[in-house]
């Protein structure tokens, strides 16, 4: 164990004049818990689960709690072993999901309850109630032969691709959408360092104000919008050179713009080391017109996951998932808020480990933190342990300042 | 910078299990180089006319072998980029150079005195054309280029030299699919093993490979779909290589992680590994550089270069040393950081050393190695499952005085 890396936890940067004041939510894999956080790090609200996330939970603005749920020791999405001649397990691949969607109100009652062991990674909740859902779908024999690309496996192996489906709450499918319909097998190739279990591996379906749907093909360094009437795919941006590589969580702004989480995994050109960064991009012009990087990059690298949230100050809060590591920058890209994860935990047969997919901030004037009963008292002996803030007061008694 | 997000300085101690001695290393873009004791005291101090190479090392005969960097060569924005090897005494005091714009990474001081050195040299037209793989249309100004090691004698002649692009196979050592055509090989270590032969890591190609000093032939090479962008391929005492797997832009890896691996030189079976297993695989990993070095008493040193940390690892994976450096200097697109190349443990008996007066070693030796001894002693009845024997308040006091005084010397 590092104690150099494991010792510092909890709030380690927080400048109360240049933050967007509210709460964090989390959802650390290792764990069966979703927690609320203040700007200082102390808990302040807690959802019990029976199930672990698959990846992340959304509050809703009635107070409600949206949340992903994994059996324990379930796979996280379809599970391919492959053994040698002997029997021998070579490899065991899995390429994220989970299988149950819960919505829990504040009162921790079930109000509502999804399963399907082949939901992939994103839900987005509509204002009509429906519920946009990524899922895991095979590739049919006749357009497997077609695509191209990626590390070779065997022959019989399946390979998965997906589609959005989006439903009512009664689970009816009202609109759905497949992969392999809409992508070009020249340029929607498999990443030459990725196995051909998986061709494409969407990982967002984020809904844009006029319904259209903004979605990320992490192995293919592809961000896309698909139109919600033809369902056919009207923008393409990423596979440029050194444009994007192996994205996650595109948003669309309300300026017009997407924000999104350019991992840098197999980044093309950086032969040095890789390095994680967030751009916003004008659809229009396809240009970058913001972007974070740390200084020097390489100490802001996560090759999976990761999320990115524009804040309502301008601010950017972004998820660094595999170090569990939250952090808010403002416009001239300074450090306003960092917050490392105290919880570490195991996952799905993994190591303890502090990952978080996404964490969200929400105002203190958002409708659904205003149904919620937040006090970091009922919470002090969960506080006493993980509460606690590498800043020692400092910031508390700055803010008491006039 | 990372200060708010990790320790800094000496975060594990457990001197009764470590490996005692001095740990040497150099910070990326700082002209000096530090020696460093069990607790973090700096023992020594090298100001070096140069920015590093890479690294320095410590040879039996008391000089520090240092690779320097030249700002001005025509490659120096390659990763490695050198130009000169120097030695230098305790006090500073050049003994030894070799200068040459297009050396690179490190060194290897040889049993008979003479050094071998790594050297970047342009590859023919016809040649480099016929490499397959990397980024097309990337070579460095229409030119790709290769590795020349070198044996050179203490007058600077070239004794021996072997040119990488002749025996490297165009097609089966291909250049990785994500990094530039600027290099074909990119050699970062290199190495005499125990009969003679030359062990070499190449990183742009993920191959390590034995070459024979009599026939220029590669013997053997391993690497390709098993380990990526590796650097530090060494032989140990045991006659067995290690080498530190980066697992920068890996195969089908999810979250990119490090390792070390240990091999059997017969049967080139992997007989130990190192890597993050308690969290799984995320509080180790460096893109590049970094180092490992096996200590006689099995413990393995460990350089994460990106993290400025260096730690000691048993067999069995515990850490039992652990150090961040505290150091930060600014080089090239790394900026301001505390990387630390490579590092270098020396046990209190090194021959290079004794010639230190300001180490205090005579003293160390007597006396304080037997408090260790008896910790360790005490530490293995524990684990063999018998009772502890409780300290009285008077032996308690004299564990104590013990303590305090291996804290002032430097322990």
């Not at chain 1, 970058?288 to 996951?305: C, H």
């Not at chain 1, 929400?362 to 506080?383: A, F, M, Q, T």
């Not at chain 2, 990474?105 to 050094?115: D, V």
């Not at chain 2, 505390?338 to 070693?361: C, I, M, Q, S």
Request: hydrophobic share 35%; glycine share 10%.
């Amino acid at each position: 164990m590092s104690m150099a890396k494991k010792s510092i936890k909890g709030v380690t940067i927080y400048d109360p004049d240049k933050a967007f004041e509210g709460y964090t939510l989390i959802a650390p894999q290792g764990g069966y818990n979703v927690w609320l956080v203040n700007m200082e790090g102390e808990i302040v609200y807690h959802w019990p689960f029976k199930y672990q996330p698959g990846l992340f939970a959304r509050l809703l603005p009635n107070g409600n709690l949206l949340y992903q749920g994994l059996e324990e020791k379930h796979p996280q999405g379809p599970l391919i072993v492959v053994r040698d001649a002997s029997g021998k397990v070579i490899m065991r691949w899995a390429s994220g999901g989970d299988e149950y969607l819960f919505e829990m109100d504040p009162g921790y009652n079930i109000v509502w309850e999804y399963r399907d062991l082949l939901l992939n990674h994103d839900f987005y909740p509509q204002k009509n109630g429906n519920i946009m859902l990524t899922k895991y779908t095979l590739v049919p024999e006749k357009i497997k032969e077609k695509i191209k690309g990626g590390i070779e496996v065997p022959k019989d192996a399946p390979m998965w691709c997906d589609k959005l489906e989006e439903i009512d709450r009664e689970g009816n499918v009202v609109w759905e959408w497949f992969s392999y319909d809409h992508m070009d097998f020249d340029l929607d190739r498999i990443h030459p360092l990725i196995h051909r279990y998986e061709w494409t591996h969407m990982n967002t379906c984020s809904i844009m104000p006029n319904g259209d749907v903004l979605g990320a093909f992490r192995t293919q360094d592809l961000i896309f919008i698909i139109d919600k009437e033809t369902k056919k795919v009207k923008w393409r941006y990423g596979q440029g050179d050194g444009e994007l590589s192996q994205p996650h969580e595109p948003t669309p702004l309300k300026n017009g713009n997407i924000l999104v989480l350019d991992n840098g995994e197999y980044r093309r050109y950086s032969t040095k080391y890789s390095w994680s960064r967030v751009v916003e991009i004008d659809p229009k012009t396809n240009k970058i017109v913001w972007e974070y990087k740390e200084d020097p990059p390489f100490l802001f690298f996560s090759g999976n996951q990761c999320g990115c949230q524009r804040l309502a100050n301008g601010n950017t809060l972004i998820t660094e998932s595999l170090s569990g590591r939250i952090f808010e920058v403002n416009k001239s890209g300074e450090k306003v808020w960092e917050y490392l994860s105290p919880f570490y935990g195991t996952h799905a047969g993994q190591k303890a480990n502090p990952i978080i997919y996404r964490a969200y901030r929400y105002g203190e004037n958002y409708s659904g933190i205003k149904k919620l009963n937040l006090d970091p008292h009922r919470y002090r002996w969960v506080n006493a342990i993980y509460g606690q803030n590498a800043l020692q007061g400092k910031v508390i008694e700055r803010r008491d300042k006039p | 910078m990372i200060k708010e997000r990790v320790l800094e300085g000496i975060t594990v101690n457990k001197i009764w299990k470590a490996y005692n001695g001095f740990t040497l290393y150099t910070t990326l873009g700082s002209k000096k180089v530090k020696l460093i004791a069990m607790n973090g005291k700096i023992m020594h101090e090298w100001n070096l006319p140069y920015l590093p190479g890479l690294y320095a090392e410590l040879l039996p005969n008391e000089n520090l072998i240092y690779s320097g960097h030249l700002e001005d060569g025509s490659l120096a924005d390659f990763e490695g980029a050198g130009g000169i090897i120097i030695g230098v005494d305790w006090q500073g005091n050049k003994v030894w150079e070799h200068k040459d714009p297009y050396i690179h990474h490190g060194f290897h001081r040889m049993k008979n005195g003479n050094t071998l050195i790594m050297k970047w040299n342009k590859i023919p037209k016809e040649i480099s054309e016929k490499v397959k793989g990397g980024i097309p249309g990337s070579e460095k100004d229409d030119v790709m280029w290769g590795d020349i090691i070198q044996e050179i004698d203490k007058s600077g002649n070239i004794i021996w030299e072997w040119k990488s692009w002749k025996h490297l196979d165009a097609k089966k050592n291909s250049i990785w699919p994500t990094v530039e055509r600027d290099q074909w090989g990119g050699a970062n270590s290199v190495y005499e093993m125990q009969d003679g032969n030359i062990l070499i890591s190449f990183r742009r190609i993920c191959t390590i490979a034995i070459i024979n000093k009599k026939t220029g032939k590669i013997d053997w090479q391993w690497g390709l779909h098993e380990i990526s962008n590796q650097n530090c391929a060494i032989q140990i005492e045991n006659g067995n290589i290690l080498v530190l797997d980066n697992g920068f832009h890996g195969e089908g890896i999810h979250h990119p992680f490090s390792r070390i691996l240990e091999f059997d030189f017969n049967t080139k079976k992997m007989i130990w590994d190192y890597r993050d297993r308690d969290n799984d695989n995320i509080n180790f990993f460096s893109d590049f550089m970094s180092s490992c070095q096996r200590l006689p008493n099995g413990n393995t040193l460990i350089v994460e270069s990106s993290w400025g940390r260096i730690f000691e690892v048993t067999k069995s994976g515990e850490i039992v040393w652990e150090f961040v450096n505290p150091d930060y200097a600014k080089f090239q697109d790394y900026g301001t950081s505390n990387v630390v190349t490579r590092a270098f443990r020396y046990g209190v008996d090194y021959p290079g050393l004794k010639g230190n007066k300001e180490l205090g070693l005579g003293k160390m030796i007597q006396t304080e190695m037997d408090v260790i001894a008896n910790k360790k002693a005490q530490e293995e009845q524990e684990e063999q499952g018998e009772s502890r024997k409780t300290l009285g308040s008077k032996e308690k006091d004299e564990q104590a005085k013990v303590m305090s005084r291996l804290e002032n010397l430097g322990y």
